[in-house]
């Protein structure tokens, strides 16, 4: 049987936008004009929680792209504490530690990004096929 699916009232997007600019539940609630048990069960809608979650994707999506065109401007300044005569030496290690740290996390996500890929695409084509 398929999921009825509804629209989202004014209210419970409010109270989205509300819960994705970080505003607590009770906040939310308190700004939508709705109590905070009305919210809750709202939270448990799976419309509700898909919208939430949407959203909620799309600012972790802004935020991840100004770190990754901020990044190249942290290396340059770990870079040049590296390279700095008049810097101490303790901190010159922490920026050394720093940069090889990030680099090994940075190349594990990207090697599980790329493996999920090819297991998606594997998923994708036996769908298809199915």
Avoid: C, H
């Amino acid at each position: 049987m398929a999921e009825k699916v509804t629209e989202l009232t004014p209210r419970q997007r409010r109270a989205i936008e509300a819960l994705v600019e970080g505003k607590t539940v009770k906040q939310a609630a308190k700004d939508t004009g709705v109590s905070r048990k009305t919210l809750y069960v709202w939270l448990n809608q799976p419309e509700f929680q898909k919208e939430l979650d949407r959203l909620g994707g799309i600012i972790l999506e802004e935020v991840a792209n100004r770190m990754v065109a901020l990044a190249s401007e942290a290396v340059d300044t770990l870079s040049n504490v590296l390279k700095t005569k008049d810097v101490p030496i303790g901190t010159q290690v922490q920026a050394a530690n720093v940069i090889l740290k990030r680099a090994s996390e940075f190349w594990d996500v990207y090697n599980l990004n790329r493996r999920i890929d090819a297991i998606e695409a594997v998923l994708d084509d036996a769908s298809d096929q199915a």
